[in-house]
């Protein structure tokens, strides 16, 4: 399903493109993430796991950042496959100045396979908003504090 | 409208009685295949493909195979000789994709059964499934059928990168004239979603083999017993005579369980090579992805008339999504479509053109309906744009283009031949319940008032008593076997194989009519292989019409058996038989049948030419299909402010020939227009563009509720049926197919002072509120 | 559908729950209507289960002065059918009506729901229109947060590990007030799609108290405030009542699913805020 | 692991040793040998395994077998007395509240369940009644119909 949204961060364009695309960054915000090691050029075997209220499962899979355009956009793909499904996210965040931040934009597809996509489509925008809300929070306070 | 308990005889059919299958399922004491508990039974759970399409790099069983309790675990590479999963239906130069009943080194739809795990019960069997270690490499996938055909799309068998598995041309008289002629032409787009059975029970099988005298046993959530044996045992490669197939009490079926699924060789082969009987219970998720779905049409639909709404000719062109391979009669059901397409009007110049599509989605097949719903759903709107194009009304136009009364049998441009109708009194029926002048009154003063109002006609036809055997893959014919037993009682057995249609009641009736018995006296067995002589089964509205007139038949050839033995106890060569006795027309003296029965099985003494015993069996093979018809009409209001829809009346008005059960025939048209409501308002199973099906459970698949629903005012006309004796038409599948026309004909009216002409279904608040919304900006 | 295996105990204090859930991979079962289809289906696989059927104190409903104290394991029926409910805080009754299915309601507790904390649930609306407070515990002792406190996002709760919900607080409502919940059902699954809960008092023909809660609509319920100061002070006829509610789902993030979208569901909420607000008025004396 | 459960099945008492993680539904089915309630779906929404716990319909599936300790189940086979149906079984005969049966056995409990309730329904409060069970073969008229005229049986 289609997923749009956009946050701001309290830095610049050209640190927050960075700080987006820091392997360390992106380890301490995914939520859940356990373990990020990078395998090739810009793609990142990940371990993660995920805890929603009562919902937990354990995901293996993949970071890969992609079509970098430096500090303006790039595409993000995040993928996870465990025994309760897969899920997949591919989208693109785009980076402009607003007031003394930036905003990023992103937009893209969000893919959910297997058992996951049982419980109720209704819970699969929701919730992948709060876990990319939850990233850039995290994001902010890691930065804020770096 | 009480029911009666009547215990003469001689007038039942036509009566509203009680179901004698009823007590056994009021008291939880029927058995469902869920409810078969066998000594040493293992359970199996079935790992399936996450995936819509996906490469299998390997599989590592063996942590599942350490887990204690497990039994086996197999994969595709131990069935390869197993199966295919059959197809029955054949069409020239038809793709068959091979159908492994476990996947090989490739999936091809989310679901596709990939392993399976058998243990000593069904919490370990699970728990062993996550042990399961499958590498995968998800492919791309295609879902949409028009997407499929597109250059470029992802192809669902590389054999086949056109994902095109047949292309169907049927034509008949000059179309491109009339069309080139015409004063009025009118097209439109129609949708007829794809749709999940759903039936409260899910499929399941118990397989049971007995090495010593090499028999399997299977009990399967069937319609088709019989059907299914012998394509079973050819998946196996066993005897059919070694076969015996169970459908015991079955839950609904809806034309879901008119199939032969890759479980029922797979439990088989598991008891087979573990020596022990093994269950498998679909679960309701796996029966979302798994089971056949319905309908999947995107139809382009052009019908050319005259300015005074004469309908002269039509063109369709039919994009079937087929799924990933073909089921039992997944080829076949759009060529239903093809072939009610003119509905109950009479024209005579036609062209059809299908394009059957492979996607990346569990098959469709039939369900309730099996193409005409999506045919009459055309049809109906079609006629209804046109109505709108020409300002006429829509039951004149109706009238205006009926085949005529005295027109029977009527030969139709698709190459069928309806049997008998009287098209116009359904509808003069239903337009006199609902006032119809009235009612439009009423509109003119809602529209007045900013309420959206509509009214909205179907007037189906549809074909029934799947059918002749030509018409049929597996033969159309229907066989009863009637034995009275050496105590007078009588037990039928049919080829027939209900799920709730309550043919243990009507087959009754006839019965205790024809024998003069009691309704009680009657057992009526089906289901089982072993009991049951080779029979068709229950689909298509087929079991009363050919089952019925099967089972008429060899009461008649029964009756003079009767007469015969009557004679020879009454000492006496003028004999009648009625009420249940021999009655010697001179002397007034009787016998009765336990009587009679007695002397036949005791055969002490034989009539001439007599064989001992009182069987009767006859194979009914039926001249013509049955072509019931009907008038629906639904007044709906559109709320302004969210789009939703409100039922406000609905009455159908049928005509399936001779009623045997009123009682019956009222709960069919009922259940069968909630169907057709849930299409028209609530259902869709939608796949997302990577082959996920995303209305994968009953959390996001709504069938219709108790409170979704309105009240259904039904009646009846009766025109008999001349191609049985018994009258009778079929009414399984009449309130599904008249439904959805009516009820989108009638929300289309109430928008149409906003300028809607169509609306697909499902028509969602949102979908409504969207036009809304258009029409204020 | 099976669940994983797990450990199964009934506490019959709460010392002792609180001992059970000190194990991360504990989970509570209160009502367990949420949490046993997760459980079937392995989204959820806690390795204990803390039944909290016998802890005393958590059932029952009370009249403690002008608040009504709803132990947290007290199910939607006894809420729904409790004369003490219906006639001191009727929107609660209405909200607990309005869940999911009998059989849901019979097994189902309040206490459960809010931990849950499923963006569609019918109980938030209300007790955001409520500014109902939650009374949490744990071994270090209780503190007592507003709702909009409690509910934090999607799934998540003002809960730390090892805290429990044990009472739920709403106020008596005031004489002559006019309350209700209109709630756009989901056909399937009976969620919410948008649901909203009024609460109206009128002084002199106008509003002089507004509540106004919304569930559905985004990953939280809320409280809108901005509808409520647009209210007030008004005769609450139709055109008040439409303006108030015209910016009700302003500078939210509204949710977007194959059951409604995102621009549906804000209308949505501007017409199922305007019939809860139409029918608390006309019950307000 | 396993846990010593006592039950009141449809009056008689019983002790099973179950794993915690046993439903309801499937200890009924397989342990008691009580086929009456099905299963129809993982999601607690068709109610074809709908029973009585202590006076209250239940969805078995949603319910593990030890939450059921010391507890009163009555199931579709606990209903008729003295082979005399109950009310709400005779009505759902006599007015063919039913076609496949899958549901029924869910569909009788909850309706014995709204009847106790509220005895004099009217047809919406019926049908708000059964929110719970779908049933795919009546569209639920004759449902309606078997519940009314239940009412009046059981006021009568």
């Given at each position: 399903?289609?997923?749009?949204?956009?946050?701001t961060?309290?830095?610049?364009?050209?640190?927050?493109?960075?700080?987006?695309?820091d392997?360390?960054?992106?380890?301490?915000?995914?939520?859940?993430?356990?373990?990020?090691?990078?395998?090739?050029?810009?793609?990142?075997q990940?371990k993660?796991k995920?805890?929603?209220?009562a919902?937990?499962?354990?995901?293996d899979?993949?970071?890969?950042?992609?079509?970098?355009?430096?500090?303006?956009?790039?595409?993000?793909?995040?993928?996870?496959?465990?025994?309760i499904?897969?899920?997949?996210g591919?989208?693109?965040?785009?980076?402009?100045p607003?007031?003394?931040?930036t905003?990023?934009?992103?937009?893209?597809?969000?893919?959910?396979?297997?058992?996951?996509a049982?419980?109720?489509?209704r819970?699969?925008d929701?919730?992948?908003?709060?876990?990319?809300k939850?990233?850039?929070?995290k994001?902010?306070e890691k930065?804020?504090s770096a | 409208m009480?029911?009666?308990?009547?215990?003469?005889t001689?007038?039942?059919?036509?009566k509203?009685?009680?179901?004698?299958?009823?007590?056994?399922?009021i008291t939880?004491?029927?058995?469902?295949?869920?409810?078969?508990?066998?000594?040493g039974?293992?359970?199996?759970?079935?790992?399936?493909s996450?995936?819509?399409a996906?490469k299998?790099?390997g599989?590592?069983?063996?942590?599942?195979?350490?887990?204690?309790g497990?039994?086996?675990?197999?994969?595709g590479?131990?069935?390869?000789?197993v199966g295919?999963?059959?197809?029955?239906?054949?069409?020239?130069?038809?793709?068959?994709?091979?159908?492994?009943?476990?996947?090989?080194?490739?999936?091809?739809?989310?679901g596709?059964?990939?392993?399976v795990?058998v243990?000593?019960?069904?919490?370990?069997?699970?728990?062993?499934?996550?042990?399961?270690?499958?590498?995968?490499?998800?492919?791309?996938?295609?879902?949409?059928?028009?997407?499929?055909?597109?250059?470029?799309a992802?192809?669902?068998?590389?054999?086949?990168?056109d994902?095109?598995a047949?292309?169907?041309?049927?034509?008949?008289?000059?179309v491109?004239?009339?069309?080139?002629?015409?004063e009025?032409?009118?097209?439109?787009?129609?949708?007829?979603?794809?749709l999940?059975?759903?039936p409260?029970?899910?499929r399941g099988?118990?397989?049971?083999y007995?090495g010593?005298?090499?028999?399997?046993?299977?009990?399967?959530?069937s319609?088709?017993?019989?059907?299914?044996r012998?394509?079973?045992?050819?998946?196996?490669?066993i005897a059919d005579?070694?076969?015996?197939?169970?459908?015991?009490?079955?839950?609904?079926?809806?034309?879901?369980?008119?199939?032969?699924?890759a479980?029922?060789?797979l439990?088989?082969?598991?008891?087979?090579?573990?020596?022990?009987?093994?269950?498998?219970i679909?679960?309701?998720?796996?029966?979302?992805?798994?089971?056949?779905?319905?309908?999947?049409?995107?139809?382009?639909f052009?019908?050319?008339?005259?300015?005074?709404?004469t309908i002269?000719?039509?063109?369709?062109?039919?994009?079937?999504?087929l799924?990933?391979?073909?089921?039992?009669?997944?080829?076949a059901?759009?060529?239903?479509?093809?072939?009610?397409m003119?509905?109950?009007?009479?024209f005579?110049?036609?062209?059809?053109d299908?394009?059957?599509?492979?996607?990346?989605?569990?098959?469709?097949?039939?369900?309730?309906?099996?193409?005409?719903?999506?045919a009459?759903?055309?049809?109906?709107?079609?006629?209804?744009?046109?109505?709108a194009?020409l300002?006429?009304?829509p039951?004149e136009?109706?009238?205006?283009?009926?085949?005529p009364?005295?027109?029977?049998?009527?030969?139709?441009?698709?190459?069928?031949?309806?049997?008998?109708g009287?098209?116009a009194?359904?509808?003069?029926?239903?337009?006199?319940i609902?006032d119809?002048k009235s009612?439009?009154?009423?509109?003119?003063?809602?529209?007045?008032e900013g309420?959206l109002?509509?009214?909205?006609?179907s007037t189906?036809?549809?074909?029934?008593?799947?059918?002749p055997?030509p018409?049929t893959?597996?033969?159309?014919?229907e066989s009863?076997?009637?034995?009275?037993?050496?105590?007078?009682?009588?037990?039928?057995?049919?080829g027939?194989?209900?799920?709730?249609?309550?043919?243990?009641t009507?087959?009754?009736?006839?019965?205790?009519d024809?024998?003069?018995?009691?309704?009680?006296?009657?057992?009526?067995?089906?289901?089982?292989?072993?009991?049951?002589?080779?029979g068709i089964?229950?689909?298509?509205s087929?079991?009363?019409?050919?089952?019925?007139?099967?089972?008429?038949?060899?009461?008649?050839?029964?009756?003079?058996?009767?007469k015969?033995?009557?004679?020879?106890?009454?000492?006496?060569?003028d004999v009648?038989?009625?009420?249940g006795?021999?009655?010697?027309?001179?002397t007034?003296r009787?016998?009765?049948l336990?009587?009679?029965?007695?002397?036949s099985y005791?055969?002490?003494?034989?009539?001439?030419d007599t064989?001992?015993?009182?069987?009767a069996?006859n194979?009914?093979e039926?001249?013509?299909?049955?072509?019931?018809?009907g008038a629906?009409?639904?007044?709906?209001?559109?709320?302004?402010?969210?789009?939703?829809?409100?039922?406000k009346?609905?009455?159908?008005?049928?005509?399936?020939?001779?009623?045997?059960n009123p009682?019956?025939?009222e709960g069919?048209?009922?259940?069968?227009?909630?169907?057709?409501?849930?299409?028209?308002?609530?259902?869709?199973?939608i796949?997302d563009?990577?082959?996920?099906?995303v209305?994968?459970?009953?959390?996001?698949?709504?069938?219709?509720?108790?409170?979704?629903?309105?009240w259904?005012?039904?009646d009846?006309?009766?025109?008999?049926?001349?191609?049985?004796?018994l009258?009778?038409?079929?009414?399984?599948?009449?309130?599904?197919?008249g439904?959805?026309?009516?009820?989108?004909?009638?929300?289309?009216?109430?928008?149409?002072?906003?300028?809607?002409r169509?609306?697909?279904?499902?028509?969602?608040?949102?979908?409504?509120?969207?036009?809304?919304?258009?029409?204020?900006? | 559908m099976?669940?994983?295996n797990?450990?199964y105990?009934?506490p019959?204090?709460?010392?002792?729950?609180f001992r059970?859930?000190?194990?991360?991979?504990?989970?509570?079962?209160?009502?367990?209507?949420?949490?046993?289809p997760?459980?079937?289906l392995?989204?959820?696989?806690p390795?204990?289960?803390?039944?909290?059927?016998?802890v005393?104190?958590?059932?029952?409903?009370?009249?403690?002065?002008?608040?009504?104290?709803?132990?947290?394991?007290?199910?939607?029926?006894?809420?729904?059918?409790?004369?003490?409910?219906?006639?001191?805080?009727?929107?609660?009754?209405?909200?607990?009506?309005?869940?999911?299915d009998?059989?849901?309601?019979n097994?189902?507790?309040?206490?459960g729901?809010?931990?849950?904390?499923?963006?569609?649930?019918?109980?938030?609306?209300?007790l955001h229109?409520?500014e109902a407070s939650?009374?949490?515990a744990s071994?270090?002792?209780?503190?007592?947060?507003s709702?909009a406190?409690f509910?934090?996002?999607?799934f998540?709760?003002?809960?730390?590990?090892?805290?429990?919900?044990?009472?739920?607080?709403?106020?008596?409502e005031?004489?002559?007030?006019?309350?209700?919940?209109?709630?756009?059902?989901q056909?399937?699954?009976?969620?919410?799609?948008v649901?909203?809960?009024?609460?109206?008092?009128?002084?002199?023909?106008?509003?002089?108290?507004?509540?106004?809660?919304?569930?559905?609509?985004?990953?939280?319920?809320f409280?809108?405030?901005?509808?409520?100061?647009?209210?007030?002070?008004?005769r609450?006829?139709a055109?008040?009542?439409?303006?108030a509610?015209?910016g009700i789902?302003?500078g939210?993030?509204?949710?977007?699913?194959?059951h409604?979208?995102?621009?549906?569901?804000?209308?949505?909420a501007r017409?199922?805020?305007?019939?809860a607000?139409?029918?608390?008025?006309?019950?307000?004396? | 692991?396993?846990?010593?459960i006592?039950?009141t099945?449809?009056?008689r008492?019983t002790?099973?040793d179950?794993?915690?993680?046993l439903l309801?539904?499937h200890?009924?089915r397989?342990?008691?040998?009580?086929?009456g309630?099905?299963i129809?779906?993982?999601?607690?929404?068709?109610?074809?395994c709908?029973?009585?716990?202590?006076?209250?319909?239940?969805?078995?599936?949603t319910?593990?077998?030890?939450?059921?300790?010391?507890?009163?189940?009555v199931?579709?086979?606990g209903?008729a007395?003295?082979?005399?149906?109950?009310?709400?079984?005779?009505?759902?005969?006599?007015?063919?509240?039913l076609q496949?049966?899958?549901?029924?056995?869910?569909?009788?409990?909850?309706?014995?369940?709204?009847?106790?309730?509220?005895?004099?329904?009217?047809?919406a409060?019926?049908?708000?009644?059964?929110?719970?069970?779908?049933c795919?073969?009546?569209?639920?008229?004759?449902?309606?119909?078997?519940?009314?005229?239940?009412?009046g049986?059981?006021?009568?």
């Amino acid at each position: 399903m289609k997923i749009a949204g956009s946050h701001t961060l309290p830095f610049a364009p050209e640190r927050a493109y960075n700080l987006l695309q820091d392997p360390q960054i992106l380890a301490a915000c995914m939520p859940g993430c356990e373990q990020l090691v990078k395998i090739a050029e810009d793609t990142y075997q990940m371990k993660m796991k995920m805890v929603l209220a009562a919902i937990s499962g354990q995901f293996d899979g993949k970071v890969r950042i992609a079509d970098p355009n430096p500090h303006t956009s790039f595409r993000l793909i995040v993928e996870g496959t465990g025994k309760i499904g897969f899920m997949k996210g591919d989208g693109r965040l785009t980076l402009a100045p607003k007031d003394t931040g930036t905003e990023v934009a992103y937009e893209g597809d969000v893919q959910v396979g297997g058992t996951m996509a049982a419980v109720g489509q209704r819970l699969i925008d929701t919730t992948s908003k709060m876990m990319i809300k939850r990233f850039f929070d995290k994001l902010c306070e890691k930065a804020g504090s770096a | 409208m009480a029911t009666t308990t009547i215990t003469k005889t001689g007038t039942l059919v036509g009566k509203r009685l009680k179901r004698k299958e009823d007590p056994r399922l009021i008291t939880g004491t029927a058995t469902y295949t869920d409810d078969i508990q066998l000594p040493g039974m293992n359970y199996a759970s079935i790992l399936r493909s996450p995936y819509a399409a996906a490469k299998i790099r390997g599989i590592d069983i063996s942590k599942a195979l350490e887990h204690p309790g497990v039994v086996a675990v197999y994969t595709g590479a131990d069935v390869k000789d197993v199966g295919p999963v059959p197809c029955g239906a054949s069409l020239p130069g038809l793709r068959v994709p091979h159908h492994h009943i476990l996947a090989q080194d490739r999936t091809y739809f989310v679901g596709h059964p990939v392993a399976v795990v058998v243990a000593a019960d069904r919490y370990i069997a699970r728990d062993a499934l996550d042990l399961v270690e499958v590498d995968w490499d998800p492919l791309p996938a295609v879902a949409d059928p028009e997407k499929a055909i597109e250059a470029g799309a992802p192809a669902v068998h590389p054999e086949w990168p056109d994902n095109i598995a047949f292309n169907f041309h049927q034509e008949n008289g000059e179309v491109d004239k009339v069309f080139a002629e015409a004063e009025v032409v009118v097209k439109q787009r129609i949708i007829s979603q794809r749709l999940i059975p759903c039936p409260m029970e899910t499929r399941g099988v118990v397989a049971d083999y007995r090495g010593g005298d090499k028999t399997l046993t299977i009990y399967s959530s069937s319609q088709i017993p019989h059907l299914m044996r012998n394509l079973v045992a050819q998946m196996l490669g066993i005897a059919d005579n070694h076969l015996r197939v169970v459908a015991p009490e079955v839950g609904g079926g809806f034309g879901s369980k008119l199939n032969v699924y890759a479980e029922e060789a797979l439990m088989g082969f598991i008891a087979m090579k573990t020596g022990k009987p093994v269950k498998w219970i679909e679960t309701r998720r796996e029966n979302f992805l798994t089971t056949i779905h319905g309908r999947g049409h995107v139809d382009y639909f052009e019908l050319a008339a005259k300015k005074d709404g004469t309908i002269l000719a039509m063109k369709l062109k039919l994009i079937q999504d087929l799924g990933s391979y073909h089921q039992l009669l997944t080829p076949a059901i759009p060529t239903l479509s093809v072939l009610m397409m003119p509905g109950i009007y009479n024209f005579k110049h036609i062209r059809a053109d299908i394009v059957g599509v492979f996607t990346n989605c569990v098959p469709t097949d039939a369900y309730r309906g099996a193409g005409r719903p999506e045919a009459t759903h055309g049809i109906e709107r079609m006629v209804d744009v046109l109505a709108a194009e020409l300002n006429m009304d829509p039951a004149e136009i109706r009238l205006k283009n009926f085949v005529p009364n005295d027109a029977f049998p009527y030969a139709t441009a698709t190459g069928l031949t309806y049997d008998s109708g009287n098209y116009a009194a359904p509808l003069h029926k239903a337009l006199e319940i609902v006032d119809y002048k009235s009612l439009r009154a009423e509109q003119k003063k809602a529209r007045a008032e900013g309420r959206l109002m509509g009214v909205g006609i179907s007037t189906y036809g549809e074909i029934c008593a799947m059918g002749p055997s030509p018409a049929t893959p597996a033969g159309g014919w229907e066989s009863a076997s009637v034995r009275i037993e050496p105590s007078g009682k009588v037990t039928v057995m049919t080829g027939i194989k209900p799920q709730g249609q309550g043919e243990e009641t009507t087959f009754s009736q006839i019965v205790a009519d024809e024998l003069g018995v009691e309704m009680d006296d009657v057992t009526v067995l089906h289901g089982d292989t072993m009991v049951v002589q080779y029979g068709i089964g229950t689909f298509g509205s087929r079991a009363t019409a050919i089952g019925g007139t099967a089972l008429y038949f060899a009461l008649q050839e029964l009756k003079k058996k009767v007469k015969k033995f009557g004679a020879m106890i009454l000492e006496s060569d003028d004999v009648s038989f009625s009420g249940g006795q021999c009655i010697c027309n001179r002397t007034g003296r009787t016998a009765d049948l336990s009587q009679i029965a007695g002397a036949s099985y005791r055969a002490m003494k034989l009539p001439p030419d007599t064989d001992p015993g009182l069987v009767a069996t006859n194979f009914w093979e039926p001249p013509n299909f049955t072509f019931p018809f009907g008038a629906h009409i639904c007044v709906t209001e559109v709320d302004r402010d969210t789009g939703a829809v409100e039922i406000k009346r609905y009455v159908a008005v049928d005509d399936c020939g001779r009623i045997i059960n009123p009682m019956i025939v009222e709960g069919q048209v009922q259940g069968g227009v909630v169907q057709g409501l849930g299409q028209a308002l609530y259902e869709h199973g939608i796949y997302d563009e990577s082959g996920q099906l995303v209305t994968g459970e009953f959390m996001d698949y709504a069938i219709p509720k108790a409170t979704m629903v309105p009240w259904i005012e039904t009646d009846h006309t009766v025109t008999p049926s001349p191609v049985n004796p018994l009258g009778v038409k079929g009414v399984g599948e009449a309130g599904t197919i008249g439904a959805s026309p009516s009820i989108v004909n009638s929300v289309v009216d109430a928008l149409s002072p906003l300028g809607v002409r169509h609306l697909d279904m499902p028509l969602t608040p949102e979908s409504l509120w969207k036009i809304l919304e258009g029409a204020r900006a | 559908m099976i669940p994983q295996n797990f450990d199964y105990a009934t506490p019959e204090s709460l010392e002792e729950a609180f001992r059970l859930l000190s194990d991360p991979n504990a989970k509570v079962l209160a009502g367990g209507q949420s949490l046993i289809p997760m459980m079937r289906l392995r989204l959820a696989a806690p390795e204990t289960l803390v039944d909290l059927r016998g802890v005393p104190g958590l059932g029952g409903i009370r009249l403690e002065g002008r608040t009504l104290r709803v132990g947290a394991m007290v199910t939607h029926y006894e809420l729904e059918s409790s004369p003490l409910v219906r006639k001191s805080c009727p929107l609660l009754a209405e909200a607990a009506a309005n869940i999911g299915d009998v059989q849901v309601r019979n097994c189902g507790t309040i206490g459960g729901s809010l931990a849950h904390a499923d963006p569609a649930a019918d109980y938030p609306a209300s007790l955001h229109a409520l500014e109902a407070s939650v009374r949490i515990a744990s071994p270090s002792g209780e503190r007592t947060v507003s709702i909009a406190d409690f509910l934090v996002d999607t799934f998540t709760t003002a809960l730390e590990p090892g805290e429990l919900v044990v009472e739920v607080s709403v106020p008596v409502e005031a004489e002559g007030a006019g309350v209700s919940y209109q709630k756009c059902v989901q056909p399937a699954s009976g969620f919410a799609i948008v649901g909203v809960a009024a609460r109206i008092v009128k002084k002199d023909g106008e509003i002089a108290f507004a509540r106004i809660g919304v569930t559905g609509l985004s990953g939280n319920a809320f409280r809108a405030t901005g509808v409520e100061k647009l209210l007030e002070g008004t005769r609450g006829d139709a055109s008040d009542i439409g303006r108030a509610v015209a910016g009700i789902g302003d500078g939210v993030d509204a949710n977007n699913d194959i059951h409604a979208s995102a621009a549906y569901r804000q209308h949505l909420a501007r017409v199922y805020a305007a019939r809860a607000i139409v029918a608390a008025v006309s019950r307000a004396k | 692991m396993k846990k010593s459960i006592t039950v009141t099945l449809n009056g008689r008492k019983t002790t099973h040793d179950v794993e915690p993680r046993l439903l309801l539904i499937h200890f009924l089915r397989e342990t008691a040998g009580l086929t009456g309630p099905h299963i129809g779906c993982e999601t607690s929404i068709c109610g074809a395994c709908t029973v009585s716990v202590d006076g209250k319909a239940v969805k078995s599936c949603t319910m593990f077998a030890v939450q059921a300790d010391g507890r009163e189940v009555v199931t579709i086979e606990g209903l008729a007395s003295n082979g005399k149906l109950h009310p709400v079984q005779e009505a759902f005969w006599e007015q063919h509240g039913l076609q496949c049966g899958y549901c029924t056995p869910g569909m009788i409990l909850a309706s014995k369940q709204l009847l106790e309730r509220n005895p004099h329904p009217t047809d919406a409060e019926i049908r708000h009644g059964l929110e719970g069970n779908l049933c795919r073969c009546t569209g639920y008229q004759n449902i309606v119909n078997a519940v009314r005229s239940a009412a009046g049986k059981m006021g009568a």
